[in-house]
């Protein structure tokens, strides 16, 4: 299965919002609402920030929420802040009971 | 506090096979809904799903992976074993195991995570 679609990288400015897109198919995004986004700091082990497309771990910040449109997750980071900068990731379960992971965006806070 | 560590050899030759092994604490795969996955990252690239166990037993693989993988369970040990045979360079990568669960969700999101192993393959 290929990769999702991610933009390379996204930027802003703290207290600002921005939005990740990932785009799937109609064999992952487009069928399951099991879309997953991480956010991996350098050298540290990507953290679970969202699941199935808008639910949030205990413990994650209200800025981060997660929605879908046809084949395209996105994530939502509101009141952006300096830790914000890193990695993220979205993932989606597939059709053949599988995982497959997105390309990633950087997020750089200006 | 829950935690996965993961452990195994740092460096393996081309066409051996590799054989990592996740430690589980605070947690055991024996419950109910229970599962745990392997995902890897190659230098400034992004995770790749690999495999992923079930406290059933239910095994799922990665499907261009599948005929290189074996995801095991040694539950009296609370570990769980993942082995990738014909190694070659292009495997070089972190490796990471994650917890999920079934019941939470069964997408296979993964709440849990190991600290992660550099394996590096060459001659």
């Known amino acids: 299965q290929s990769a999702l679609t991610q933009p390379a990288s996204v930027s802003g400015s703290p207290g600002q919002s921005i939005t990740i897109s990932c785009t799937g198919t109609t064999s992952d995004i487009g069928v399951y609402d099991y879309v997953s986004w991480y956010r991996q700091h350098p050298d540290k082990a990507p953290k679970l920030m969202v699941y199935?497309?808008?639910n949030r771990p205990s413990g994650v910040s209200n800025r981060f929420s997660g929605s879908k449109s046809g084949n395209t997750a996105s994530l939502t980071i509101s009141g952006l802040q300096a830790e914000d900068e890193a990695d993220y990731y979205c993932s989606s379960y597939t059709g053949s009971s599988t995982l497959v992971f997105g390309t990633g965006t950087k997020v750089t806070v200006l | 506090q829950i935690t996965l560590k993961e452990s195994g050899p740092t460096l393996v030759k081309p066409t051996q096979t590799l054989t990592l092994t996740c430690t589980l604490s605070e947690f055991s795969l024996s419950t109910s809904g229970m599962g745990v996955g392997w995902i890897r990252q190659p230098p400034g690239k992004a995770p790749e799903w690999l495999a992923l166990?079930?406290?059933?037993?239910?095994?799922r693989y990665s499907p261009s992976l599948k005929s290189r993988l074996t995801i095991t369970t040694d539950t009296s040990k609370n570990q769980v074993v993942l082995r990738m045979t014909n190694m070659d360079p292009v495997d070089t990568a972190t490796y990471y195991c994650?917890?999920?669960?079934?019941?939470?969700?069964?997408?296979?999101?993964?709440?849990?995570w190991g600290q992660g192993t550099l394996v590096t393959v060459s001659s």
């Open positions: 994650a917890r999920t669960h079934y019941y939470d969700s069964s997408g296979y999101p993964f709440d849990y």
């Open positions: 199935d497309v808008s």
């Open positions: 166990i079930y406290w059933d037993d239910d095994k």
